[in-house]
């Protein structure tokens, strides 16, 4: 093994780490599984699916109602979760904390909430041709509604936005921005605290979508200064179906509720009900508790371990597959940004990426095929999608290995 | 020969094959060399979309059989549509209509037709169906 090589040089524990992922030791296909899809989702350590259990087991009691003691038991445990988001992505105060289903409802919250309120016809939204879906049907769904209109800010060949456009775009017409921080399939990292500084200054508020960020390195809402920022428990690994949506105090006041319901009023009466304070005004009816607890051990296993390690081991990690992967005749890399998260999406030669991914599974190898929900994206390089291995802490060089060998096999019997 | 009778065959060409590899070099022959369609129908109405791969899909009927052409943008995809027409071309639409589809199952490809694997292979079954629903009448 080569001196540069992730493992000598990481100060991660990797076979400690690998230990608390159970799912890292089952096989598929008859092989030990490589599993390289946690941009699609991460796996869980044990102290998360611990924690949901123990929650289920000894905790249970609906939160923020009852007198008695679990049920004031369980509003702690949920109430510090809420605590521990907020230190995990520095935000200023636990009311701007709104748990939501993932970014996916993240980001429906803001373009409702948001678009009701404050865009009329005319008016424009400004995203980045690099969205998710996610982060372009929302838009699209109030736009309609609003008779306002969706712009897309361009990129360059590398799968970078062009910064120069972003900004030129910023019309006194648009009324927010959305875009990602990392992008989903490029693995693009977006100079948000400029775009942030160019959309403020021309009074424009910014929605971040940290799905892909999150995992990979350290968020402070507040250096980045943005108007929202949402990401997913399961990127991140926690549970599924539980996600944050932060938004500073004065959005958030700003913006009618979105779900009608228990927990978010203050008084109800027939004729008019006023809304609850921040953050319950936008989290209506039982909330997914044992998810924002699971939620909370993912983010201590995070911090526990240390953004700062985990993105350096990652970027090294990253730079060897890169390496390795140009070994293959005829490889072409989608994305070659020079600010790059965990993420490596590639085709070989005209192999399609479905057939590229069907061979690598059955070696027991698990990757991303296809257009990854950012057909946009796709039309834009003219390709009908990629097959994208992406990395978290708990992969190894190993791991980069048996994919190089994998795609070489599956090359030669395609090819 | 019948649906059934072909599907059997197959079945029995497939248990000759060792391991998964020389399975899939087999599909991947078949899908390499077979022109299964005319370009005029690799068209948006030919077209049965999958978010992993695309097939498309003509029928016609020809001495009172159904005929189906097909194609995919994936090898893999093609090989499989290169053993659904074997199994299914050139029957009657009665036939194709009531059709049992179980070799796939018995030759270890059935992950290909699941329809959480969006590859179009599913939708295409359904619709060869329907032509031979449609195509009894006339």
């Known amino acids: 093994m080569e001196a540069t090589t992730p493992t000598t040089v990481s100060k991660l524990n990797i076979e400690q780490i690998r230990r608390d992922f159970p799912l890292l030791s089952r096989d598929m296909n008859g092989k030990p599984i490589v599993f390289l899809d946690s941009a ?137 921005v959305a875009t990602t921080h990392v992008s989903n399939t490029l693995g693009t990292i977006n100079p948000i605290r400029e775009m942030v500084a160019m959309a403020h200054a021309k009074g424009i508020p910014v929605l971040v979508d940290g799905a892909q960020a999150t995992p990979h390195m350290a968020i402070d809402v507040q250096a980045l200064d943005v108007d929202f920022y949402t990401f997913s428990g399961h990127k991140v690994f926690g549970p599924t179906g539980i996600g944050v949506l932060f938004g500073k105090e004065k959005w958030l006041n700003a913006m009618p509720p979105y779900h009608g319901g228990g927990e978010m009023i203050k008084t109800v009466t027939f004729e008019k009900t006023t809304y609850a304070e921040l953050p319950h005004k936008f989290e209506a009816g039982t909330p997914d508790i044992a998810g924002v607890i699971g939620l909370g051990a993912a983010l201590d296993y995070i911090q526990e371990i240390g953004l700062d390690a985990i993105t350096q081991y990652e970027n090294t990690l990253l730079a060897y597959a890169i390496k390795r992967l140009k070994e293959v005749p005829g490889i072409r890399f989608i994305g070659a940004a020079k600010n790059k998260a965990s993420v490596v999406s590639f085709l070989v030669d005209n192999i399609h990426p479905y057939d590229l991914g069907t061979i690598l599974d059955k070696l027991g190898i698990a990757v ?35 994919l190089v060998d994998g795609v070489k096999k599956a090359v030669a019997m395609l090819g | 020969m019948s649906i059934n009778e072909i599907q059997d065959e197959i079945i029995e060409e497939f248990a000759l094959f060792g391991d998964w590899m020389e399975r899939y070099e087999y599909i991947i022959d078949l899908g390499k060399s077979l022109p299964l369609i005319g370009e005029q129908y690799k068209d948006e109405e030919h077209l049965i979309k999958g978010c992993q791969s695309q097939v498309w899909l003509h029928a016609e009927k020809d001495n009172g059989r159904v005929k189906f052409t097909a194609d995919s943008d994936a090898i893999i995809t093609k090989g499989i549509i290169a053993l659904l027409i074997r199994v299914l071309s050139n029957q009657s639409p009665d036939d194709v209509a009531k059709a049992e589809l179980y070799f796939i199952d018995r030759i270890g490809l059935k992950e290909h037709l699941s329809p959480t694997r969006s590859n179009g292979l599913v939708s295409m079954v359904k619709q060869m169906k329907l032509y031979g629903l449609a195509l009894q009448a006339n």
């Open chain 1, 40 to 176: 699609a989702s991460s796996q869980k350590p044990n102290s998360v699916i611990e924690a949901i259990s123990h929650y289920y087991r000894f905790q249970h009691a609906n939160v923020h109602r009852g007198v008695y003691q679990l049920s004031q038991e369980a509003t702690t445990a949920f109430e510090v979760a809420r605590d521990k988001v907020r230190d995990f992505i520095h935000a200023p105060s636990s009311p701007e904390i709104i748990f939501v289903r993932g970014v996916t409802e993240g980001i429906n919250l803001v373009a409702s909430c948001f678009g009701r309120k404050f865009l009329k016809e005319g008016d424009e939204v400004l995203i980045t041709a690099m969205e998710h879906h996610s982060n372009i049907v929302p838009w699209q769904l109030i736009c309609e509604e609003k008779g306002a209109h969706l712009r897309v800010a361009p990129i360059n060949e590398a799968g970078e936005l062009i910064l120069e456009e972003f900004e030129k775009m910023l019309s006194d017409k648009v009324r927010i």
């Open chain 1, 368 to 402: 991303r095929t296809g257009h990854h929900c950012t057909q946009p994206l796709m039309d834009h390089f003219c390709i009908p999608g990629t097959v994208r291995a992406s990395f978290a802490f708990y992969n190894t060089v190993e791991d980069i290995d048996r």
